[in-house]
């Protein structure tokens, strides 16, 4: 069966994309998995909504409108996969590399999925925890933003205390518990 990944992003996915060497080599490794076991079909990156335009007919003319750089989050791609089914479909979409993507990318996974279960490990920072739980996450995986080495290294063990605290209270928020 063919399934149609939707690949949203936002004003900053980009840069972020083709500024990160590390997010381009997990990317095309994840294409390389898919092409290895045949299930990968092709796929587009769209034009920067800078430079993009909706173009539809109107009394059988052209009708042309844009840019729409006003957006928060606009569609930049697609990939097509030919899976065994809609469980394999979701385990492919989950295994697109989001860490850059931020978690909106949680937001247009679980758009059409809703009953997804999903938990970033990667990419959760002091900052942005309650944003990837407002996303749809169900909880949230911290490692290194929480670690302070050299807090660690002093023995100075409220530093950690003070960045989970944080991450506590930002998780407590987005959910409304605050």
Known sequence: MKYMCLIYENPGTREA?????????????????LRESGEFIGGEGLADPSTARVVRLEDGMPVTDGPFM??????????????DGMDRAVEIA?????????????????????????????????DNAGDWIRAGAVAVGVGTALLDRA????????????NAARIVASVRAARGLA
């Open 94 to 126: 989950r295994g697109f590399p989001a860490t850059a993507l931020g978690p909106s990318y949680f937001t247009d996974v679980r758009g059409p999925l809703p009953q997804l279960k999903l938990m970033p490990t990667g990419g959760v920072t002091l």
């Open 151 to 162: 807090a660690i290294a002093a023995g100075n063990y409220g530093v950690l205390r003070a």
């Open 70 to 83: 006003e957006a928060k989050e606009y569609f930049g791609g697609y990939m097509l996969v030919d899976c």
């Open 17 to 33: 994309f083709f500024s990160d060497e590390k997010l381009r080599a997990k990317m095309n490794a994840y294409l390389d998995g």
